[in-house]
Structure formats: C-alpha cells, structure tokens
C-alpha cells in the first residue's frame, strides 16, 4: 500500500517562503512521477508542478519562477520550494504520487500566505 505524507505548511507573509516535503513510501515503482496540486477555497484542485524520476520538470504558469520542485530519488521524497508567496497562492497543497497507471494522493498541508 502506497502512503504519501506531507509536511512543511503554516502561516507566511506575502513575499515569504516556504519549504514542502512529501514523502512516499509503501512499494514505489522506480519510474514515477512526483509532484504537487492544490486546492483554494471555493475553486478546483489543480496542478502546481511534477518532476518525473528522470527530473524533468513541469510546472503551472502561476508558479514558474517562483516555485522550484526537486526530489530524491532514493528516499521517495519530492520537496516544493516557494519563495515570493502571495496571497493568491493560499491553498492545501496535495502531494500526488503517479506510477503505472494509478494516481496516489496526501492528504494534504495548508499554506497560508497573508500579513
């Protein structure tokens, strides 16, 4: 059974930063892809940014610049590195975990950006 599991939310002031963790675990397909979606209030989950087990990359319009994925590989864990926060990016970001065919998702952390 495969467990995703994050860390790293809280409270930050527009323009601050912040570190998400996501850690897998469970059996892990080597060749996956990692990534990060979220969720505000009122609005649709959507996508943030993958990195696949190669380390290509892809990320959301709203985050490119911003928002900087990397994983490691050997420990299963994809991290999230948002600097420049604004208010607009409040949400719970979801870890979401993709490998043969299936869809794996956290539960989820609050990112909070407000003064």
């Known amino acids: 059974q495969v467990q995703l599991v994050e860390s790293g939310g809280g409270l930050v002031q527009p323009g601050g930063s912040l570190r998400l963790s996501c850690a897998a675990s469970g059996s892990i397909f080597s060749i996956n892809v990692m990534g990060w979606y979220r969720q505000a209030p009122g609005k649709e989950r959507e996508l943030v940014g993958l990195?696949?087990?190669?380390?290509?990359?892809n990320y959301a319009d709203s985050v490119k610049g911003r928002f900087t994925i990397s994983r490691d590989v050997a420990k299963n864990t994809v991290y999230l590195q948002m600097n420049s926060l604004k208010p607009e990016d409040t949400a719970v970001y979801y870890c979401?975990?993709?490998?043969?065919?299936?869809?794996?998702w956290g539960k989820g952390t609050l990112v909070t950006v407000s003064s």
């Open positions: 979401n975990l993709q490998m043969r065919g299936m869809r794996y």
């Open positions: 990195i696949s087990s190669g380390g290509s990359t």
